[in-house]
């Protein structure tokens, strides 16, 4: 497993009986996780004094309710600087196990000895969009939510990051993938965080177990002839690391390099276990 144990602003504290107890810099939220599935006794005095709790509808969604919780506040990684609040479906703008990709490929793109350019799909708040532009990369960054866009680029001026070479897209990825394989257009390294489902800007309709390995096969024409890497991030219960896995090596068989596939996890403070995050793959030269 890949861990994200390099944060200080945030830190899952405890989980237990569906939910998790988390420190998001200075407020402690609760929120539900489908992966906590024990009955663990809540001794941590954070459970009764949290700022946040999404409680989640047995009918579906579910609804916040806050204990002296601003609207907005920064999280910090790093050098990175990132707004964080809670809006829809318990989430509050960044996935804090993610971090442990930003450090892998941060590290990849500081060591290579030439320009990198990235793309990045289902780029989100650009969590990994900014660590690829803090580690000198530069970044194609491609959503099809207006909204999330303009919330990466305000990530992007907190960051100290206003100027760097980034490429804001609001649209569907699949067709800006098509569209950059029409204009031939390459990158050396791609990113993808799809969700399980999801509707583009016209209203095009993603369902991740259907569209994945096409758009894997997609990005693999938009490769540079020495690619640096391709990593893709699930949060789907249906795709293993071993799936995500087998789709890179298949589809990546043509250039010199190397696979691996695992979850991702993130420490839990109280009992120094790790509660896992999705899958990730990752494909990188030798």
């Not at 989100?124 to 680029?153: I, R």
Request: with cysteine; net charge neutral.
């Amino acid at each position: 497993m890949w861990i994200a144990d390099n944060w200080k602003d945030y830190e899952v504290i405890d989980c237990s009986k569906g939910e998790k107890l988390e420190r998001w810099n200075d407020y402690i939220l609760v929120r539900p996780d489908p992966q906590v599935i024990w009955d663990t006794p809540r001794k941590h005095p954070g459970w009764k004094q949290k700022n946040g709790h999404y409680h989640r509808s047995r009918k579906g969604g579910g609804e916040w309710e806050f204990f002296d919780l601003p609207e907005q506040w920064d999280l910090h990684y790093h050098s990175l600087t990132f707004h964080l609040k809670p809006f829809s479906f318990k989430h509050t703008g960044l996935f804090p196990e993610q971090a442990v990709n930003w450090d892998w490929f941060g590290n990849k793109i500081r060591k290579a000895n030439h320009p990198v350019k990235i793309l990045n799909l289902f780029a989100y708040t650009g969590g990994a969009t900014l660590a690829a532009a803090a580690a000198g990369a530069s970044v194609t960054h491609v959503d099809a939510s207006k909204g999330m866009v303009n919330w990466a680029k305000e990530n992007a001026v907190s960051s100290g990051l206003a100027n760097a070479p980034i490429r804001w897209i609001v649209d569907d990825c699949v067709k800006f993938v098509e569209r950059e394989i029409r204009r031939g257009n390459h990158y050396d390294a791609i990113i993808m965080d799809p969700p399980s489902y999801g509707r583009g800007p016209k209203g095009e309709i993603w369902k991740i177990e259907d569209a994945i390995h096409p758009l894997v096969k997609l990005c693999a024409q938009l490769l540079s002839d020495r690619p640096l890497f391709f990593l893709i991030n699930s949060y789907t219960t249906g795709l293993q690391p071993a799936v995500l896995a087998y789709m890179l090596g298949t589809e990546l068989k043509k250039f010199n390099g190397n696979v691996d596939a695992q979850e991702i996890g993130l420490p839990v403070s109280s009992n120094g276990l790790v509660l896992p995050c999705g899958a990730s793959g990752r494909w990188e030269v030798f």
